[in-house]
């Protein structure tokens, strides 16, 4: 019988990594795509001919939403799609395609789906990535945590989601991250990654500083413009030393002339649904978790943007 031809996309992050390796390590030899929520919809057009195609870790963005589906509809026409997400999805978004759990990573989503044609050894990769992406507190995680040794976990994780910070967008060296996850390589194993983790963590001390004496500080929200490292952690930063609840980093594209941003938050905020219904008011992208959201917006409307956004957090807060 011949091998179901299978193509996987999946997110950049250290739980999109994970998640994406733990498919390759289930449909070996297939190619491997990086995308994103904005992205999905033009790269999804290379599944086109595969047999299978496998999505992991990409949110659906309440303003691109019906778009996608549709497109994904015509494309389950011809070819089988598994399609594993833990970000919140749009209200009344339903596809047969879609498995949807926001209570789990991605990556323990994507070994629990694939678990039969897994190793159970590579548990320890679908650890990585719910360390990396905050979700290590499920019960289910609890229980895999306890076939290894915790302490070596937690290192190889940070060794992971560290290392990829250096080369943020070097998408085939992070392809090549994932065919080693998928043979059950450890991070501290793969050459030049804890190198790279043991100076990101150099950097990410430099970050933490120059947010401090960077931060712009709103009414909410607290930010930072261009500061050219990771955006997440910027974001998070800018909340502690802007003393708010919610903190952002914005990173200027001239090739795009549009605004990347990050944010992170703490408390009793949902902000998926609040950023994409503001970002899509101004001709921007964005979404995510209730506490960690993302997007992209014109730079012409970025100022009204913020404005907007600190208004919508303070109402909410005060809801």
Same mark, same amino acid.
């Given at each position: 019988?011949?091998?179901?031809?299978?193509?996987?996309?999946?997110?950049?992050?250290?739980? @999109? &990594?994970?998640?994406?390796?733990?498919?390759?390590?289930?449909?070996?030899?297939?190619?491997?795509?990086?995308?994103? $929520?904005?992205?999905?919809? $033009?790269?999804?057009?290379?599944?086109?001919?595969?047999?299978?195609?496998?999505?992991?870790?990409?949110?659906?963005? &309440?303003?691109?939403?019906?778009?996608? /589906?549709?497109?994904?509809?015509?494309?389950?026409?011809?070819? /089988?799609?598994?399609?594993?997400?833990?970000?919140?999805?749009?209200?009344?978004?339903?596809?047969?395609?879609?498995?949807?759990?926001?209570?789990?990573?991605?990556?323990?989503?994507?070994?629990?789906?694939?678990?039969?044609?897994?190793?159970?050894?590579?548990?320890?990769?679908?650890?990585? @990535?719910?360390?990396?992406?905050?979700?290590?507190?499920?019960?289910?995680?609890?229980?895999?945590?306890?076939?290894?040794?915790?302490?070596?976990?937690?290192?190889?994780?940070?060794?992971?989601?560290?290392? &990829?910070?250096?080369?943020?967008?070097?998408?085939?060296?992070?392809?090549?991250?994932?065919?080693?996850?998928?043979?059950?390589?450890?991070?501290?194993?793969?050459?030049?990654?804890?190198?790279?983790?043991?100076?990101?963590?150099?950097?990410?001390?430099?970050?933490?500083?120059?947010?401090?004496?960077?931060?712009?500080?709103?009414?909410?929200?607290?930010?930072?413009?261009?500061?050219? $490292?990771?955006?997440? /952690?910027?974001?998070?930063?800018?909340?502690?030393?802007?003393?708010?609840?919610?903190?952002?980093?914005?990173?200027?594209?001239?090739?795009?002339?549009?605004?990347?941003?990050?944010?992170?938050?703490?408390?009793?905020?949902?902000?998926?649904?609040?950023?994409?219904?503001?970002?899509?008011?101004?001709?921007?992208?964005?979404?995510?978790?209730?506490?960690?959201?993302? @997007?992209?917006?014109?730079?012409?409307?970025? /100022?009204?943007?913020?404005?907007?956004?600190?208004?919508?957090?303070?109402?909410?807060?005060? $809801?």
């Amino acid at each position: 019988m011949s091998r179901m031809r299978t193509i996987i996309f999946t997110h950049a992050d250290s739980d @999109g &990594i994970c998640a994406g390796a733990l498919a390759l390590a289930a449909f070996p030899d297939s190619p491997v795509y990086f995308t994103n $929520a904005v992205s999905i919809l $033009a790269d999804i057009e290379n599944a086109v001919g595969f047999d299978q195609a496998v999505i992991t870790d990409i949110a659906v963005n &309440i303003s691109t939403g019906a778009r996608l /589906k549709d497109r994904i509809d015509r494309l389950a026409a011809e070819t /089988k799609v598994i399609y594993l997400d833990h970000h919140p999805l749009p209200e009344g978004f339903s596809a047969d395609w879609m498995i949807n759990n926001t209570a789990s990573s991605a990556s323990e989503m994507a070994f629990r789906h694939f678990k039969e044609l897994l190793s159970p050894d590579m548990s320890r990769v679908a650890l990585y @990535g719910a360390i990396g992406d905050y979700r290590d507190d499920s019960l289910s995680i609890y229980n895999m945590v306890q076939n290894w040794d915790k302490r070596s976990l937690y290192y190889q994780a940070g060794t992971l989601s560290q290392g &990829i910070e250096i080369g943020r967008r070097d998408y085939d060296w992070k392809r090549y991250l994932v065919m080693q996850l998928a043979k059950n390589v450890q991070p501290s194993d793969i050459p030049d990654l804890a190198k790279n983790a043991i100076r990101a963590s150099a950097l990410e001390n430099e970050l933490r500083l120059n947010v401090s004496k960077d931060v712009i500080r709103m009414r909410n929200l607290a930010y930072v413009l261009d500061q050219n $490292a990771c955006m997440s /952690k910027a974001a998070i930063y800018a909340r502690v030393y802007g003393g708010t609840p919610v903190g952002m980093s914005a990173e200027y594209r001239d090739h795009r002339d549009v605004y990347d941003f990050s944010l992170r938050a703490i408390g009793r905020i949902n902000l998926n649904p609040l950023v994409s219904s503001i970002a899509s008011r101004y001709g921007g992208n964005a979404g995510g978790h209730p506490l960690a959201a993302g @997007g992209r917006i014109p730079a012409g409307n970025f /100022k009204e943007f913020l404005l907007d956004l600190d208004d919508a957090i303070g109402e909410e807060l005060s $809801a």
